[in-house]
């Protein structure tokens, strides 16, 4: 069965510095994975996807086939930063589409 | 993109009272979830609704606990049957929607949510 893991669910660090978010996911077909992100308040937001291969708010991601992991990445982190991100697996399925496995979260905050 | 409307977007209830949470999508889409989101966990999906078929339900959720609506192709409604504390939750109403920009893909939408507390 399709997996995400977020191994940390906290995570601080000071402004200016590198971030990395972690991501684990175990998938038998072939994986699309997506970052969203939830700001203090707001509705959750789709942050980014592996298959875009864009860089969002200073944020990559690049899935490892290999390691089986998605990490989310910034290199210099700001105080708007501060949100819980979550990496999430998409499966499809023949008899009722696809659908959206979350890993169980990681409430970064950026301290100044 | 898609834009997602819930309402309400937060109540107090009764236990064993049931609540009729609505979802109201601004284009027509072929797909809507309904999420559960506990406090302190991550999202779990609860079923899937097309329109013109039965919900689909996963494992952990029922028909009788939660019954799912979807008369047409942009509103579906999401019913919490003879709530308990346990119900207490953000509800979550997501459709898959057309990105725009290069990428020709699809991506999944959410909703506000709905915040249920139950005493």
């Known amino acids: 069965a399709q997996r995400v893991t977020q191994p940390e669910k906290l995570l601080s660090v000071f402004k200016g510095a590198p971030v990395e978010l972690k991501c684990n996911y175990s998938y038998s077909g072939s994986p699309e994975l997506f970052w969203y992100v939830q700001y203090s308040r707001q509705r959750l937001q789709l942050l980014l996807r592996?298959?875009s291969r864009e860089s969002i708010k200073g944020f990559t991601a690049d899935l490892n086939k290999g390691e089986t992991s998605f990490h989310l990445k910034k290199p210099f982190a700001q105080e708007e930063d501060s949100a819980m991100y979550y990496c999430?697996?998409?499966?499809?399925?023949?008899?009722?589409?696809?659908?959206?496995?979350f890993g169980e979260g990681t409430q970064l905050t950026v301290n100044p | 993109s898609a834009v997602i409307s819930q309402k309400p977007s937060r109540d107090i209830c009764q236990r064993g009272t049931s609540l009729t949470i609505q979802c109201q999508v601004d284009s027509q889409v072929t797909m809507m979830f309904w999420y559960r989101q506990q406090p302190g966990q991550s999202l779990t999906l609860i079923a899937t609704?097309?329109?013109?078929?039965?919900?689909?339900?996963e494992s952990g959720f029922v028909i009788d606990k939660f019954p799912i609506s979807r008369p047409n192709l942009t509103f579906s409604t999401l019913t919490v049957s003879n709530m308990s504390p346990e119900d207490s939750s953000i509800y979550l109403c997501s459709v898959v929607g057309r990105e725009k920009g290069s990428y020709s893909g699809n991506t999944i939408y959410f909703g506000e949510g709905s915040w249920l507390t139950v005493v």
């Open positions: 609704a097309n329109q013109g078929s039965e919900a689909t339900y």
């Open positions: 592996h298959i």
């Open positions: 999430a697996l998409k499966e499809v399925r023949e008899t009722s589409g696809s659908r959206l496995t």
